[in-house]
């Protein structure tokens, strides 16, 4: 289980997002910068220890009314190899040094932890505390068996959702497999599973009026 560390990171987390959020396809701002807060979340382990992962919950009430978007994020000690586009920008951690942020989708170690999730194989981790798990986030069914490793992974940014096509080897399978994965972007509360997904995750965030609300936040669709 990974360490929070308790420090400063300078830009902040919601400084690069303010000018990185509003040049993604599924923002639904209008067109001016948003004025973003945190509220909610969750991590997954890297079990090598080397790269932060998280699924960071932000709200922009820079609008008539609040929205609520997903970012993973990934945290690494040095640059990611080609994947310069996916950059969300640089941060200087009191602790650790210069860290590369990244939109989580693209990174390798983010997307097989979030398969790992999906199949019940990684245990969610609290966003802010230091080895806890969180129990809030709940995996529901999941109709694919055997231990997903994946090859290689494309990323399409569609509507409000983000699709990784993931192409994986399955353990005591000899034969090639596709898996899609969806992940909510513009978060909903309360969202169930919906038919076709395989297996999806859902957990809880900080609404504008206070309150805590749930939804879907990704889900296998399709496994081939």
């Known amino acids: 289980m990974a360490e929070v560390h308790r420090t400063t990171m300078t830009p902040t987390k919601l400084e690069l ?5 509003p040049n993604q396809p599924w923002y639904a701002g209008n067109g001016g910068a948003p004025d973003l ?6 991590r997954l382990d890297d ?4 790269v932060g992962i998280e699924f960071l919950v932000v709200a922009d009430t820079s609008g008539d009314q609040a929205a609520y978007y997903q970012v993973p994020l990934t945290y690494r000690g040095a640059a990611l190899p080609g994947a310069e586009a996916a950059l969300v920008g640089h941060s200087e951690h009191g ?10 989708v693209h990174d390798p170690v983010l997307v097989a932890q979030l398969l790992a999730l999906l199949q019940g194989a ?4 609290a966003q802010s505390q230091s080895f806890t798990p969180d129990p809030s986030v709940v995996v529901t069914g999941s109709a694919v068996s055997g ?15 983000t699709s990784v096509v993931v192409q994986a080897s399955v353990a005591g399978d000899p034969a090639g497999h ?3 994965i969806e992940l909510v972007r513009s978060l909903r509360a309360g969202e169930d599973a919906k038919a076709q997904d395989l297996g999806s995750v859902h957990t809880g965030w900080l609404a504008a009026d206070g309150t805590t609300v749930r939804g879907r936040f990704a ?3 399709e496994f081939v």
């Open 17 to 21: 997002l303010t000018a990185w959020l």
């Open 147 to 161: 231990q997903i490793v994946p090859v290689s992974s494309a990323v399409e940014d569609a509507g409000t959702a």
């Open 47 to 50: 079990p090598d220890g080397e």
């Open 122 to 125: 990684a245990e969610p981790q």
């Open 95 to 104: 602790v650790l040094g210069t860290r590369w942020i990244y939109n989580g």
């Open 37 to 42: 807060s945190r509220s909610g979340g969750f």
């Open 178 to 180: 596709t898996v899609t």
């Open 219 to 221: 889900a296998i669709r």
